[in-house]
């Protein structure tokens, strides 16, 4: 009889921790993350699905994440371009997508694909809403979709974006006309120093589109001239016309109290300073290009603070460069800055709890 008690204990306590792990593994379904890869508009490739116990980043819409100039997806299927920060969000809880446009071109070609993307998400999930987030000109590619469906977005979230354009890119188009002029080039047609350097970025563009999963048949359409055209700071007087948010009213201004536009929440984070990492290759060239800046304008090494705010400003004045902004190189961060994927994490959290 004792023997028997004994048994009936035993099973009883097997049955309690059996009940206790199935409901753990409810729970740890119900917050589970997917993390997907959009190499074209015809469909998404599941990278992986994570099982947590954490919803911090359980946003009511999918996360869409649509990479800047010369950027990518999965580049090699190996790194991203938003580096780990797909993983960190997918194992809180969040739905994410990474896209893939044309690597160089305007904001008009790439805002279009990514349209057509985000289309393509829509259907795959079911939602009828996604929350953007958008590196430098995918923030502006972000804007262009959300002006032409507003009914799409639900948030953008755009980091290290020039709301007022790029003046890297107004110095590069000011040479190359003084350039055609000095070599007498008729007006309108390019010069040899303007078609050497929209074929290099080109070449550049196929590769790495060639290397994020785009059909070697089907290359997606690659223009430098296009790119620079649209980001300059005189073609973004027409853009914001043309495709308003909540940014100043003036340069360096302050943006409006309301950050909800036509439907769509926008949010904002950037950075300033150029080097941040001994170790960091790439903050060599940030400090050339940040240089061309006057100096109290302070920038990440491509974008300006004062031209990066739009919406809710999180922080513009994060020490981040424009790579540091989506943790690259590699990582290679400052040590004395709030970690990129902290930043990340905090930022859908406060999507999600505005109720996106």
């Known amino acids: 009889m004792k023997?028997?008690?004994?048994?009936?204990?035993?099973?009883?306590t097997g049955a309690a921790i059996t009940t206790i792990s199935m409901l753990a593994m409810t729970s740890?379904?119900?917050?589970?993350?997917?993390?997907?890869?959009?190499?074209?508009?015809?469909?998404?490739?599941?990278?992986?699905?994570?099982?947590?116990?954490?919803?911090?980043?359980?946003?009511?819409?999918?996360i869409v994440m649509a990479h800047g100039f010369l950027g990518w997806n999965r580049l090699f299927n190996t790194l991203d371009y938003f580096n780990g920060i797909p993983q960190t969000l997918s194992m809180n809880g969040a739905d994410v997508f990474t896209t893939k446009t044309s690597t160089v071109n305007s904001i008009e070609v790439r805002g279009e694909q990514l349209l057509s993307q985000i289309r393509t998400i829509k259907a795959i999930t079911g939602s009828d809403k996604v929350n953007l987030v958008g590196h430098s000109q995918g923030g502006l590619d972000s804007r262009y979709v959300a002006s032409i469906d507003p009914?799409?977005?639900?948030?953008?979230?755009?980091?290290?974006?020039?709301?007022?354009?790029?003046?890297?890119?107004?110095?590069?188009?000011?040479?190359?006309?003084a350039r055609e002029k000095a070599n007498g080039v008729p007006e309108g047609q390019d010069g040899?120093?303007?078609?050497?350097?929209?074929?290099?970025?080109?070449?550049?563009?196929?590769?790495?589109?060639?290397?994020?999963?785009?059909?070697?048949?089907?290359?997606?359409e690659q223009s430098a001239k296009g790119f620079l055209n649209s980001v300059s700071e005189e073609a973004f007087v027409a853009f914001n016309k043309a495709h308003p948010g909540p940014i100043p009213s003036s340069y360096c201004g302050n943006t409006p109290a309301n950050n909800v536009m036509n439907g769509v929440a926008y949010y904002s984070f950037s950075g300033v300073g150029q080097s941040t990492n001994l170790f960091d290759a790439s903050d060599a060239i940030l400090n050339?290009?940040?240089?061309?800046?006057?100096?109290?304008?302070?920038?990440?090494?491509?974008?300006?603070?004062?031209?990066?705010?739009?919406?809710?400003?999180?922080?513009?004045?994060?020490?981040?460069?424009?790579?540091?902004?989506?943790?690259?190189?590699?990582?290679l961060v400052s040590w004395r800055e709030t970690n990129p994927l902290t930043v990340y994490r905090q930022q859908m959290n406060r999507v999600k709890n505005d109720g996106y």
């Open 3 to 12: 023997n028997l008690h004994t048994c009936f204990r035993l099973l009883s």
């Open 151 to 177: 009914q799409a977005v639900a948030s953008i979230t755009t980091v290290a974006s020039p709301h007022t354009g790029v003046g890297v890119a107004d110095k590069v188009n000011t040479w190359l006309k």
């Open 28 to 62: 740890t379904t119900a917050s589970a993350g997917n993390y997907y890869n959009c190499a074209d508009s015809t469909g998404c490739a599941k990278v992986q699905r994570t099982f947590n116990f954490t919803n911090y980043n359980a946003t009511k819409y999918p």
């Open 192 to 220: 040899i120093e303007a078609k050497v350097l929209y074929n290099l970025f080109e070449i550049a563009g196929l590769g790495v589109g060639a290397a994020s999963g785009i059909p070697l048949n089907k290359p997606q």
């Open 288 to 331: 050339v290009t940040g240089s061309l800046y006057d100096k109290s304008d302070l920038n990440d090494g491509l974008v300006t603070k004062c031209s990066s705010r739009i919406g809710q400003v999180i922080r513009d004045d994060y020490h981040m460069n424009h790579l540091d902004s989506i943790n690259q190189l590699l990582g």
